[in-house]
Every structure is written in structure tokens, then in C-alpha cells.
Nanobody
Framework: QVQLAESGGGSVQSGGSLRLSCAAS????????MGWFRQAPGKEREAVVN???????QYSESVKGRFTIARDIARNTLSLQMNSLKPEDTAMYYC??????????????WGQGTQVTVSS
């Protein structure tokens, strides 16, 4: 059974940092496209970053240079290091898996999310 469990969210001031983790079970994160998404109140869900099995990591323009995604294969955990946080980064953050090596198309498995709140 595929499961994803996010953790690491919290409240920080503008300019602060947080590190999100996504613990995966039922599959190996090394073989699939993985991604982080976020959804702010009243807004549509948006892609933050994805990491394919093959190819380049894709960051959204709004987080490029501030956020870093990484795979910990030994722990089967995906992480998202978020630095220089801004109030507009406030959202529920979700980890997701696409049942493919590549990141085109829809994701099939999602975690429950972890809340990130950035105050000015």
C-alpha cells in the first residue's frame, strides 16, 4: 500500500527556514517522479518542485533559489528545505508521487499535508 506522510511544517517569521519531510512506504521513492505541491486558502493547488527519476529537477519560479528538494534513498524520504521564507509561502504543503519515472501528467498518490505559516 502506497503511503506518504509529511512532517516538519510550522510557523516561522519572514526570512526563516523550515525543512519538510515526506516519509514514503509501499514503494521506493528512487524509482518514481516525486513532487511537492502547496495550496493556500482560496487558491488553487500549485506545483512547487518535482524531481523525476531521469532528468532535471523543476522548481517553480516563485521558489527557485530558496527551496531545495532532495531524496534520502536509505530512509525512503523526500525532503524540502525552505529558506528565506516569505508570507506568500504560507500554505498547506503536500508530497505526491507520480507512477512514472517522468513528471508529466497527473500524480496518483498524495500525503495529508503539513501546514506552513510565515508571518511578516
Amino acid at each position: 500500500q502506497v503511503q506518504l506522510a509529511e512532517s516538519g511544517g510550522g510557523s516561522v517569521q519572514s526570512g526563516g527556514s523550515l525543512r519538510l519531510s515526506c516519509a514514503a512506504s509501499g514503494f521506493s521513492i528512487n524509482f518514481y517522479c516525486m513532487g511537492w505541491f502547496r495550496q493556500a486558502p482560496g487558491k488553487e493547488r500549485e506545483a512547487v518542485v518535482n524531481i523525476p527519476k531521469y532528468g532535471s529537477i523543476q522548481y517553480s519560479e516563485s521558489v527557485k533559489g530558496r527551496f531545495t528538494i532532495a531524496r534520502d534513498i536509505a530512509r525512503n524520504t523526500l525532503s524540502l528545505q525552505m529558506n528565506s521564507l516569505k508570507p506568500e509561502d504560507t500554505a498547506m504543503y503536500y508530497c505526491a508521487r507520480k507512477r512514472s519515472h517522468y513528471c508529466d501528467g497527473d500524480y496518483d498518490s498524495w500525503g495529508q499535508g503539513t501546514q506552513v505559516t510565515v508571518s511578516s
